[in-house]
């Protein structure tokens, strides 16, 4: 929601005082948890669960549990996202089948959950699963909900039992039970009973459901619960709890944007397991629940937690110091250059990744322009060259590049073009790596914004040149810092300005604002693993 | 059964009222039972603050004052807005959405019923030919509303079809209310809401479109504004109908959406039989929720 600004943002703001200290301070930590607060509660997340939520992340964050390879604000979040993972279920879980079949499965929830549209899904589930489920309409209330289940299992492909025509006639308890009965008789494995939408606050409705329960003895009962609900789903799901007493959750309408606090209250409220999550109209718009992608949709984190994980397997530095000291003695190849890339590669889509970081949002249109087959044809181009050719780019004569174009199918101008940011880069890199702040020709930082503007070729390749430098980048930061120290300079800005501009991470962000330091280390520390 | 009772704050700000004089529990107090009702943390904050100030300036301790107070500071912030329904156009076409499961239909049925009690002729048109027995359950509604309805021809027919048809025949028949029910939709959907525009454009070539109501379901969170925002971009939304009233939740998220996107609440829905909606009145509406 754009009214309140996303938690990234705001934690970001408050993350930038945090920086430089090792360890979290008391007033630090309050900082954060009371922006984590705030967030929780715009997700929807009820009251209570946010207030014993953010008391145990207080404690944990004051506590000992320092982690040398995040920084501070780092470890707030990383903290915040495992005791949402924790609560959430941690594992998943799945549906539990009866020994002797029918397994019984039984519906329940507020009017419009979308507890029928779920029936029919659960069907087709279970059908390619290789059992043979049947639909029981036994909501009896809602006009034509019996026609709809009809509908609903004709798209499934599975029979539904509706011996009654609804509309307020009938009794749902004895169609329910007469239901486990045909189940039998017809060699049905998996029975389905959709039940009638109900209030928590209506106790004669409740009974009905209590009452289908008793006669049917499910083996599972499920909660369904919009993803948009608010601050009721406590209250809703308690009187579930005491109602029908659910077996396990399942939340609706996950398609949509709501942050889904929803799940994180019902399942700290009734410790019941979220097992399904439902995320669109059609019948096969449906999955298991993953407990930990759930935690970083309600923080709306982005995948900064990816990037912790990330940054928090362990560096390795002996690799990093080859490397830098490759760059320091002008033995940075085309090799290391394309071994670097395929790494990257390896790690999945830049766009993607890139995607992931928070703050990124504003970077999204200049994603878009982004060609990621551009990588593709630099891999090529350098993969026509002979190894003699990679180490040393001076070889490289016009007959030469000719034969490197028609090899890679690219042109000549292509290849003289990535030749010449190599060697551009290299030179850059070469001057971070000795210490200094290196000049680059004709521009401020990188001209990201005017590449961009330019031709995507050219910001793809700015781009692209981070897998070359970034894995140098931490111990060319150190050294830059040390540099910057040494001559009194203020390390963050000497520190972020080769770094980011130079390798042309800064390209994209730099057009909106420079990117925070935050996200800088964060990409760095992506990049250069 | 206690209804009424559950859906007001009373019994959550019993402890604020109840106390002798005003202390930090106050506002401690005040700022649970604000958010447990939806309000949002943003209003929240709002209102809290803005009575701790009245507070500060009446040099006052009684925590009744406290709920004076906030049953105006609520009843003003509702009552910006005007709530009239405008359908002085014959026929009067009014168009329905909002996104799944918030009681569409329903409201329809029971809207249609509101107005035949004012002794208008209805005929509402099943644009809804997505959902499987959408159309059935309308109609179903329309009978008991005693109204006259318009099914799609075919299954899976263009929701603009059968809405331009209702139109048409409302035009024919001199029915004074066109009510249009449309699909449910989350507002995320880009081709689906792109749909609505389509319906609204085919109508208002035969007639102008009165009134698109969005109808919001009690029971959601701050989601609320995020829907509100994106159906009045493609449906043009003139109001706001608030329903599911008759359970536990409060509905506070409507204050954020009403001053957010300057829509009034039109109607509010309270229950599962027809009879079950009502005009909205601030006044009234502030007093049952802050009792």
């Known amino acids: 929601m754009a009214t309140f600004g996303t938690l990234s943002d705001r934690l970001t703001e408050t993350f930038k005082n945090l920086r430089t200290?090792?360890?979290?301070?008391?007033?630090?930590?309050d900082g954060t948890v009371r922006e984590i607060r705030r967030a929780l509660l715009d997700a929807d997340v009820s009251l209570d669960v946010v207030k014993t939520f953010t008391a145990t992340v207080r404690e944990r964050a004051l506590g000992d549990e320092v982690n040398r390879a995040l920084n501070p604000a780092q470890q707030v979040v990383q903290i915040v996202n495992e005791e949402l993972v924790a609560i959430l279920g941690g594992q998943q879980r799945r549906l539990q089948f009866a020994k002797t079949p029918p397994t019984v499965i039984m519906l329940a929830g507020l009017q419009g959950a979308g507890k029928t549209t779920l029936a029919g899904k659960l069907a087709k589930w279970l059908k390619k699963d290789g059992h043979t489920p049947m639909l029981v309409a036994a909501d009896l209330q809602r006009p034509n909900a019996v026609n709809q289940l009809q509908v609903v299992g004709e798209q499934a492909g599975v029979t539904v039992f509706a011996p009654e025509p609804g509309n307020g006639v009938g009794d749902p308890v004895r169609v329910a039970k007469d239901a486990i009965a045909q189940a039998q008789r017809a060699q049905h494995d998996v029975v389905v009973i959709d039940t009638a939408g109900r209030l928590g606050v209506d106790a004669e409705m409740m009974k009905q459901a209590a009452d289908i329960r008793k006669a049917t003895n499910p083996d599972e009962v499920l909660f369904v619960i919009d993803a948009m609900i608010g601050q009721d789903a406590v209250t809703t799901a308690k009187a579930f709890q005491e109602g029908v007493d659910f077996t396990g959750?399942?939340?609706?309408?996950?398609?949509?944007?709501?942050r889904g606090g929803a799940a994180l209250s019902v399942a700290s409220v009734t410790g019941r397991p979220i097992i399904f999550a439902s995320t669109g109209e059609t019948l096969d718009n449906f999955e298991p629940f993953h407990p930990d992608r759930m935690a970083s949709r309600i923080l709306d984190l982005?995948?900064?937690?990816?990037?912790?994980?990330?940054?928090?397997?362990?560096?390795?530095e002996e690799e990093a110091l080859k490397v830098a000291e490759k760059i320091a003695s002008e033995q940075f190849t085309l090799e290391d250059f394309l071994a670097q890339m395929q790494q990257l590669r390896g790690a999945g889509s830049i766009k993607k990744m890139l995607g992931m970081l928070p703050g990124a949002g504003g970077m999204k249109q200049q994603l878009e322009n982004f060609d990621e087959r551009e990588i593709v044809r630099t891999e090529a181009i350098i993969q026509s060259m002979t190894p003699a050719e990679r180490k040393n780019t001076k070889l490289l004569n016009g007959s030469r590049r000719l034969r490197i174009a028609k090899g890679s199918g690219m042109t000549v101008t292509d290849v003289n073009q990535l030749v010449q940011r190599f060697e551009q880069a290299a030179k850059m890199m070469k001057t971070v790596a000795r210490g200094g702040v290196p000049q680059i020709p004709g521009m401020g930082p990188i001209p990201g914004g005017g590449g961009y503007g330019g031709g995507k070729r050219q910001a793809a390749k700015n781009k692209k040149k981070s897998g070359g430098g970034s894995r140098s980048g931490n111990p060319a930061k150190r050294a830059a810092e040390n540099a910057a120290l040494a001559s009194g300079q203020v390390p963050g800005a000497a520190s972020n300005a080769p770094a980011g501009?130079?390798?042309?991470?800064?390209?994209?962000?730099?057009?909106?604002?420079?990117p925070s330091e935050e996200e800088m280390a964060a990409l760095q520390k992506l990049l250069g693993r | 059964m206690a209804e009424r009772a559950s859906w007001s704050l009373g019994s959550a700000l019993r402890n604020v009222f109840g106390a002798r004089t005003i202390d930090e529990d106050t506002w401690d107090d005040l700022e649970s039972a604000l958010i447990r009702a939806d309000f949002g943390p943003a209003v929240t904050e709002e209102i809290v603050e803005s009575i701790k100030a009245q507070v500060e300036r009446y040099k006052t301790t009684d925590p009744r004052d406290v709920q004076r107070m906030l049953r105006e500071l609520v009843e003003e912030r509702l009552a910006k807005y005007d709530p009239t329904l405008k359908l002085t156009e014959r026929p009067a076409v009014v168009l329905v959405v909002g996104v799944n499961g918030v009681g569409k239909t329903t409201t329809i049925g029971k809207f249609a019923k509101f107005l035949g009690n004012y002794g208008r002729s209805v005929v509402v048109g099943a644009a809804d030919t997505f959902r499987a027995a959408a159309v059935d359950q309308l109609?179903?509604?329309?009978?008991?509303?005693?109204?006259?309805?318009?099914?799609p021809e075919r299954e899976g027919q263009d929701p603009a079809s059968?809405?331009?048809?209702?139109?048409?025949?409302?035009?024919?028949?001199?029915?004074?209310?066109?009510?249009?029910?449309?699909?449910?939709?989350?507002?995320?959907?880009?081709?689906?809401?792109d749909e609505l525009g389509k319906i609204r454009r085919v109508v208002e070539k035969q007639a102008p479109i009165s009134e698109v109501l969005l109808v919001l379901d009690a029971t959601t969170g701050q989601n609320g504004l995020a829907q509100a925002e994106a159906f009045i971009q493609h449906g043009g939304v003139t109001g706001l109908v608030l329903t599911k009233l008759d359970g536990s939740a409060k509905g506070?998220?409507?204050i954020a959406v009403q001053e957010k996107t300057g829509l009034p609440i039109k109607l509010i829905g309270q229950g599962e039989g027809i009879g079950d909606l009502t005009g909205f009145t601030p006044h009234v509406f502030a007093q049952q929720l802050v009792g």
Not at chain 1, 21 to 29: F, M, P
Not at chain 2, 139 to 151: D, F, L, N, S, Y
Request: charge should be neutral; hydrophobic fraction near 45%.
């Open chain 1, 21 to 29: 200290k090792g360890k979290l301070s008391a007033s630090d930590v």
């Open chain 2, 162 to 193: 059968v809405a331009f048809q209702t139109v048409d025949y409302a035009k024919r028949t001199g029915t004074e209310m066109v009510i249009i029910d449309t699909a449910g939709r989350l507002h995320t959907k880009g081709g689906l809401m």
């Open chain 1, 302 to 316: 982005g995948d900064i937690l990816t990037l912790i994980e990330q940054a928090q397997q362990a560096f390795d």
């Open chain 1, 249 to 258: 959750v399942v939340l609706s309408k996950l398609d949509g944007d709501a």
């Open chain 2, 252 to 254: 506070g998220f409507v």
């Open chain 1, 501 to 514: 501009s130079g390798f042309g991470i800064g390209g994209g962000a730099g057009a909106k604002g420079a």
């Open chain 2, 139 to 151: 109609a179903t509604w329309a009978e008991r509303a005693g109204a006259q309805v318009v099914r």
